[in-house]
DNA sequence: ATACATTATGTACTTTAAACACATTATAGC
DNA sequence: GCTATAATGTGTTTAAAGTACATAATGTAT
C-alpha cells in the first residue's frame, strides 16, 4: 500500500521523511525583448558547485502557498513586477539535477515588458542576457531555457502573447522584429502583415511613429477584448512611469 | 536568502522539514480504446474523504527514483504493462488539493493498447471507464483528466500517437472511429482518408479485414520508422498474445 | 437476383500559405 | 529644391491544404 492510499490518521502516524523527501521548487524563465533581441534573466550562481555560472530565477514553494503562485512571488520578489504573464510549461525531476539535495522542479517562463523596468532589476547579480547567446547555465537550467523557448515558439502563432513583451503602442515592423527574435529566423514582411492583420488582434491607432530615423509607420496596439484575455496590466507600473 | 541559494553545508545543517515539507507524487490518466470509446483507467479511492468515488492511479514519487520514472514505475505495478507511451502534461499544486497533507503531483497520461492485455487489469478495483461518462472523480482528477484530454486532443492530428491504442493492423475505419472518440465529433470519411495519407504515415499491407459484416477494408500499420519514433513496443505482451 | 450497407475513389469549391512586384512616403545629401 | 535611398503600404500569382459533396465498387442478407 503507497502512501498516498493511506487514511489521513496513518499518514499522520508514519515518520515524516518517508513522505516528505524531496522539495519543491519552481523556476522562472523570465523573458524580456531590447535591442531586437530576446533576452532572458539570469542570476549569478552561489553554489559552490556553479560558482560563476548564470542561473535562472527559482525558489523552494512554500507550505502555504499553492504551486502557481510561487513564480508570482518569485517575480514580484526579484524584478518588482506584478501581475506578468506567466506559464507552467514542464516540470524537472532527475534524481542528481541538484547538487544539494533532491529537489524536483517546475518551470514557467514569463513575458515582462523590459522597456518599463530598469530600476529594480540591476541588484543582486541579476542581469539580462540574451538567448541567443546562452551557452550554458547552472543545473538542468539550460534544457529548461530550451524547453520553455520551444514552447514560446510554438504558442505565439496561435496566440496573443507576445505583445507583454512590447509596449502599449507599435508598429508592425517593430512586431515582425519580434517575432523574428523569437523564432530565430526572418519573416517576409508582406506575408507577415497579412497572417497578423487575418487575426484580428489588433487595432489601428491612426497615429504615428515618430522619431525615427525613415518614413514612419502606422501604429497598433492589441485589441482590449484580448488584451484582458491574454495580457495583464502591469498595475505597478502602470501607475507609476509608464505613458 | 532562499533555500536554493544555501551553500550545501548549509542546507544540510538546516532542520530537514524547513525544505522537504511538500509531498511529490504522479498521477496518470492511462487512456484506452474499447468498444468505440475512449477508456480511462480507475481506481477506487479508499480514502474516508472520497470514499466510493474513482481516481487516478498514482503513487508518491520515491527518493532514488528519477520524476519521469515513476509514471513508468506505477503503470508497471498496476497493468503490468511496460514501455507504454507516456508524456508528461501539467504540474499540479493548490495547497489543499489532497485532505491528507500538502501533495504536489505531476500528470501524465499514457495511451496503451486494451485489447492485448486484459489479465492484470481487474484485480485491486481498478476499472476501464468510458471518458465521456465521467462527471466527478475523487480529488482535483476530474480536472487532470480533462487536462490531459485536451492536450491529447492537440496533439493526435500532428503527431501518430494515437496507433499504440490500436492493434498493429487496422482499416482506415477503425482509425477513423479512434479519432472520432477521442475527439468527441464526427468526422467526414472521405476528407478523413485524405488527411490521414497525405500525412504518409501508413503502411497498406495488402491484407483485407476478415469476419467483418460488410465489405471488407485494407488493413494498414504505422510506418516503422514512425513506430520507432512514436510508438513503444509493448514487449511484455508482444512477446506473450499478441500476433 | 435484388436491396442494402460499407469501402474506395474522385471532383469542385474555398481557404490558407508562400513567393514575389510595385507604388508611396519619409529622410539625407547635394 | 531635386534626387537617391530606405523604409512603409498594398497588391498578384501560384501552390498547397481543407471542406463539401457525388459516384462507383464490393461485400452481406433476403
Request: aromatic content about 8%; proline content about 3%.
Amino acid at each position: 500500500m503507497t502512501a498516498l492510499h493511506l487514511k489521513t490518521a496513518e499518514i499522520e502516524k508514519a515518520t515524516h521523511s518517508d513522505f516528505f523527501n524531496i522539495a519543491v521548487s519552481v523556476d522562472c524563465v523570465i523573458f524580456g525583448y531590447a535591442e531586437k533581441q530576446l533576452k532572458v534573466l539570469l542570476i549569478k550562481s552561489d553554489l559552490e558547485e556553479f560558482k560563476g555560472m548564470w542561473s535562472l530565477l527559482g525558489d523552494l514553494v512554500r507550505i502555504n502557498e499553492d504551486l502557481q503562485e510561487a513564480p508570482y512571488r518569485v517575480l514580484l520578489d526579484r524584478t518588482g513586477l506584478k501581475d506578468v504573464y506567466l506559464e507552467q510549461v514542464h516540470t524537472f525531476g532527475s534524481i542528481n539535477r541538484h547538487p544539494s539535495g533532491r529537489v524536483v522542479t517546475t518551470a514557467y517562463y514569463s513575458l515582462i515588458n523590459l522597456c518599463n523596468h530598469q530600476p529594480k532589476q540591476m541588484e543582486n547579480e541579476v542581469h539580462w542576457h540574451p538567448v541567443n547567446e546562452i551557452q550554458k547555465l547552472a543545473f538542468d537550467h539550460k534544457l529548461i531555457l530550451d524547453t520553455c523557448l520551444a514552447q514560446l515558439r510554438e504558442k505565439i502563432m496561435e496566440h496573443p502573447i507576445v505583445f507583454n513583451l512590447l509596449g502599449e503602442k507599435f508598429s508592425l515592423r517593430q512586431l515582425q522584429d519580434l517575432y523574428e527574435a523569437i523564432l530565430g529566423v526572418e519573416l517576409d514582411r508582406r506575408n507577415f502583415r497579412k497572417r497578423i492583420t487575418l487575426k484580428n488582434w489588433l487595432v489601428d491607432l491612426n497615429e504615428m511613429e515618430e522619431d525615427v530615423p525613415h518614413r514612419p509607420g502606422k501604429l497598433y496596439k492589441l485589441r482590449t477584448q484580448l488584451k484582458k484575455e491574454y495580457q495583464v496590466a502591469q498595475k505597478q507600473n502602470l501607475e507609476g512611469t509608464l505613458v
